[in-house]
């Protein structure tokens, strides 16, 4: 079970009444007790037959966190001390994102991927952060032809990142500010059609993402992938007084009337709190769009303690959701000390307790590109007969294969004596099952997962 390191320590040995009664059911009541009670508050994502529900998130975990870092303004020293304290002391399971270039005049001690291909073999690295950064450059224009020589590069260096994210106000952005990256041709007033220079978006895909970042906002709500009503939507916008409320009632009962009048107060969406979605591109291409969690002003490595603070992550646990993370770890406060560590205390304070919370088996820690592509398996799963059968969604996967459950685990929550029959694209699977408690399996599919 080399893919389920964690359940493996805390679900040993023999079981009775269908609790663990290994290093930890057997010393005391208590510990089976909190085990059920944990089983209880798992959520069920689907519904696939009378009976039989699809978890939300592999058991034990009540939610996911992960991370999506753009590297604006991270030296090498920074960066050093971030994969020192993240990855090698709390072995925190993140993965981070690059720039492939940095011709940024303001910062010129950015890290980049030209000047340190060693960065990627150092931790895990699933995010582009555009082709790189041109901004603020009087030495270098981006152009289509950077980006054949970034996709170049990725491809000698043998990297296929999943995620794209938009930068600043770059020129090639698909989705924030601008979205030029995405547009073959240009038509001006006059009707006439030129061709883009500064589109990128199917040498993007040929890099190997699936999936961009949405680009307009930033959500607030702790807390993703889970149903949330109108009353949480307008409180989190508005706060919990007579506003917020009103709004609520106002978007429930006179909604009709007042889309039709574009009311600019009415922002609930069905939907709205969705981890991701597949959209077509002005090309016509289709991929994943995803949303970030955090509050612009804390988006440095001295906010970020405060947006992983404990009461962030007990929530996020309550509330059984997602939640990406969108920060810049590389990037300090102005005013900071230049003999101060870069992480300061109450940062490394928030990750020590996310980090125990990771390892109690209360938050799920990965790869956002990981948590991604389990939702669209998750997703696109069908269930017939006893089978529970993977399918490809056309958009991450347009062919499907075991090897791409690979590293992932499912939670099933089902009324029956055993487990059902695993099919990819109608073919049996192997697959090991694990009942966590009485009702409560969870899979694990042969290899791991690699970013």
Excluded at 182 to 211: F, H, K, T
Aim: glycine share 8%.
């Amino acid at each position: 079970m080399k893919t389920l390191p964690l359940l493996a320590r805390l679900w040993e040995n023999a079981r009775v009444d269908g609790c663990p009664v290994g290093r930890y059911g057997s010393r005391n009541l208590e510990e089976r007790a909190n085990f059920l009670r944990t089983t209880q508050e798992l959520r069920d994502a689907r519904q696939l037959a009378p009976g039989v529900s699809l978890l939300a998130y592999p058991p034990p975990y009540r939610c996911w966190l992960t991370l999506s870092n753009d590297p604006d303004n991270t030296t090498l020293a920074g960066w050093q001390e971030l994969h020192r304290v993240i990855w090698q002391e709390l072995a925190l399971p993140f993965a981070d994102s690059f720039f492939l270039f940095a011709y940024n005049d303001a910062i010129p001690d950015q890290v980049c991927v030209a000047a340190h291909p060693e960065i990627l073999d150092a931790h895990p690295h699933d995010t582009m952060h555009t082709w790189g950064d041109y901004t603020m450059s009087e030495s270098r224009l981006f152009s289509r032809r950077e980006a054949q020589a970034g996709l170049d590069l990725l491809r000698q260096l043998g990297a296929r990142p999943r995620i794209w994210t938009d930068h600043s106000d770059f020129i090639g952005n698909m989705l924030h500010r601008n979205t030029k990256g995405a547009l073959p041709c240009i038509e001006d007033a006059s009707g006439q059609v030129y061709d883009n220079c500064v589109y990128s978006l199917d040498l993007v895909r040929q890099a190997g993402v699936r999936y961009l970042w949405e680009g307009s906002n930033l959500t607030t709500v702790i807390g993703q992938d889970r149903p949330l009503g109108r009353g949480e939507w307008y409180r989190n916008q508005h706060g919990d007084g007579a506003k917020g409320r009103l709004l609520a009632w106002a978007d429930r009962l006179g909604r009709p009337l007042l889309r039709r009048l574009q009311s600019p107060l009415l922002s609930f969406e069905e939907g709205i709190n969705r981890q991701l979605y597949a959209d077509t591109l002005a090309d016509g291409q289709r991929f994943h769009i995803f949303r970030r969690y955090t509050h612009w002003p804390l988006a440095d490595i001295d906010g970020f303690g405060e947006v992983i603070a404990p009461s962030m992550v007990e929530r996020l646990i309550a509330q059984r959701g997602t939640a990406v993370i969108y920060t810049h770890l590389g990037k300090q406060r102005a005013g900071r000390r230049p003999d101060e560590d870069h992480i300061p205390p109450s940062t490394r304070r928030s990750l020590d307790h996310l980090a125990a919370r990771h390892g109690d088996g209360s938050v799920h820690i990965s790869a956002t590109s990981k948590l991604l592509d389990y939702l669209v398996l998750r997703d696109a799963a069908c269930f017939d007969d006893g089978v529970l059968d993977f399918r490809a969604d056309g958009v991450r996967f347009e062919r499907l294969t075991a090897a791409d459950l690979a590293g992932h685990s499912f939670g099933l929550r089902s009324n029956e004596s055993r487990p059902p029959t695993v099919r990819c694209e109608g073919t049996e699977v192997a697959v090991e099952w694990t009942e966590m408690a009485a009702g409560v399996w969870c899979s694990s599919f042969e290899e791991d997962y690699h970013v």
